[in-house]
């Protein structure tokens, strides 16, 4: 069993940061691959960045690339979402997702998921 909580979000002007955190319960977090995900208003969810358990592998969406970086700190068992240069389409709810599996942008894959955390980029 993992449990996953957000923090971090707020309301931001464009070309501000953000950096939210995933924090899990359990000794086996270091084993799980994280994904990071968003779902705006009228919008269907969609994967923002991914990590390996072994910080290998990372992933970002297009439209995030160079402006957000997803990192780990297993020993804090946390997954951090640094979000900079934001942009007022970036506004939505941010989930983290663990799964056992590899790192993947399947969002069926991952079997934990938190509340989520609101991200207001205002123009």
């Known amino acids: 069993q993992v449990q996953l909580v957000e923090s971090g979000g707020g309301l931001v002007q464009a070309g501000g940061s953000l950096r939210l955190s995933c924090i899990a319960s359990?000794?086996?977090?270091?084993?799980?691959?994280v994904g990071w995900f968003r779902q705006a208003p009228g919008k269907e969810r969609e994967i923002v960045a991914a990590i390996s358990w072994n910080n290998r592998s990372t992933y970002y969406a297009d439209s995030v690339k160079g402006r957000f970086t997803v990192s780990r700190d297993n020993a804090k068992n946390t997954v951090y979402l640094q979000m900079n240069s934001l942009k007022p389409e970036d506004t939505a709810v941010y989930y983290c997702a663990a799964t056992m599996r590899a790192v993947t942008i399947i969002s069926d894959a991952y079997d934990y998921w938190g509340q989520g955390t609101q991200v207001t980029v205002s123009s």
């Open positions: 359990g000794r086996a977090f270091s084993t799980y691959a």
